[in-house]
């Protein structure tokens, strides 16, 4: 099991701490697990949350006890290793790097020495993989960024940011599905509408998931339904 370990999180619920640190390989094996369990579900099995380097599992505990589900795990996560297909949902996402609309191009760009161009050629030029979900409904950690663009999240945190903001913090980036107060740095404005959907309020991503940017100009943003606001 290498460096695996479980530990309780509370009467119904069991985390499944995977590795040390996040890496690619972690995550193809974490997208496995999770295809194995959506094809072996037991009837105590209430939810799965997939994070950077664990599993929070929740389950009833009328109908299973905590060492019951530590061994179904152990044996899934076992089987992981070997030949689960991996084919993970592929997203292009559009992006307006307007620098009128997102000051932190101009900010990003002298912290790095680069012109705002090549800040978004980088940004826009890598295939990221989703590695977790949280802070707000729909909204997607992705990784890893480029290390020409890494920087420090935000001495003060902005007061509001609109929604679709594209932003930057450190290793990651992601899009805010909503409006927010935000401590990462806004590149870049998405025009889709990515706030959850439904009774179960589905996400468009999915731990796994590989996201790419492509820039687009403001006539296309406006076209695809983009508002644009300014950062404040």
Same mark, same amino acid.
């Given at each position: ?8 999180? &509370?009467?119904?619920? =069991? ?33 799965? %949350? #997939? ?9 009833? #505990?009328?109908? %299973? ?7 179904? =795990?152990?044996?899934?996560?076992? +089987? ?8 993970? +949902? ?7 790097? &307007? ?21 978004? +050629? ?10 977790? =979900? ?10 890893? $960024?480029? !290390?020409?663009? /890494?920087? #420090? /999240?935000?001495? +003060? ?28 740095? %806004? $590149?870049?404005?998405? #025009? ?19 996201? /790419? ?9 406006? !076209?695809? &339904?983009?508002? =644009? !606001? %300014?950062?404040?």
């Amino acid at each position: 099991m290498g460096d695996v370990k479980f530990s309780a999180a &509370g009467s119904s619920a =069991l985390l499944m701490t995977l590795a040390n640190a996040p890496s690619d390989a972690l995550l193809n094996r974490i997208f496995a697990m999770q295809r194995l369990i959506a094809l072996d579900t037991p009837s105590w099995l209430i939810d799965v %949350v #997939p994070a950077y380097v664990s599993l929070h599992i929740v389950f009833d #505990p009328a109908q %299973v006890n905590r060492f019951e589900v530590q061994r179904w =795990l152990a044996s899934h996560w076992q +089987t992981s290793i070997s030949d689960v297909a991996l084919k993970p +949902t592929v997203h292009t996402i559009p992006v307006y790097y &307007g620098d009128v609309y997102c000051p932190d191009l101009d900010i990003v760009a002298a912290m790095k020495g680069m012109a705002i161009e090549d800040v978004i +050629t980088l940004h826009s030029a890598f295939v990221y993989r989703v590695y977790a =979900l949280g802070f707000a409904p729909g909204f997607a950690y992705l990784g890893d $960024l480029s !290390e020409e663009l /890494r920087v #420090p /999240r935000l001495t +003060t945190p902005r007061a509001h940011i609109p929604a679709g903001a594209v932003a930057i913090a450190e290793r990651q980036t992601a899009i805010y599905p909503t409006a927010s107060p935000a401590g990462w740095h %806004v $590149l870049g404005l998405c #025009p889709l509408d990515l706030r959850p959907r439904g009774e179960a309020l589905s996400t468009l991503f999915a731990v796994g998931d590989e996201v /790419r940017f492509e820039s687009i100009d403001k006539a296309a943003f406006i !076209e695809l &339904g983009g508002v =644009l !606001e %300014v950062v404040s």
